[in-house]
């Protein structure tokens, strides 16, 4: 079982910046690939990005590439998202989930879910 709680969600500024933070429990949580996704109103959720078990790999949409960062600290058991450059489309609920595979872009592919942190990016 892994329980996964995001933070640093908020409020900012078009072209400001933002970190999320997903926080994991569970001694095996490590050996999980993680990803992020987002779902804005009146929209599907969709894929952010995701990172390897090991933090080697990442893999993001094409909507983020250049402009958010995924990284983890696998010592904390941590999983961050930087955002640079922001939009008001990036404005959303920003989930963090953990996945058994070794990464996935792919929703339903992952097995637990963090409860979502609101970013709100003002033009």
């Known amino acids: 079982q892994v329980r996964l709680v995001e933070s640093g969600g908020g409020l900012v500024q078009a072209g400001g910046s933002l970190r999320l933070s997903c926080a994991a429990s569970?001694?095996?949580?490590?050996?999980?690939?993680m990803g992020w996704f987002r779902q804005a109103p009146g929209k599907e959720r969709e894929f952010v990005g995701t990172?390897?078990?090991?933090?080697?790999?990442?893999y993001y949409a094409d909507s983020v590439k250049g402009r958010f960062t995924i990284s983890r600290d696998n010592a904390k058991n941590t999983m961050y998202l930087q955002m640079n450059s922001l939009k008001p489309e990036d404005t959303a609920v920003y989930y963090c989930?953990?996945?058994?595979?070794?990464?996935?872009?792919?929703?339903?592919?992952?097995?637990?879910w963090g409860q979502g942190t609101q970013v709100t990016v003002s033009s």
């Open positions: 989930a953990a996945t058994r595979l070794w990464y996935s872009y792919r929703q339903e592919e992952y097995d637990y």
């Open positions: 569970g001694r095996t949580a490590s050996n999980y690939a």
């Open positions: 990172i390897f078990s090991s933090g080697s790999n990442t």
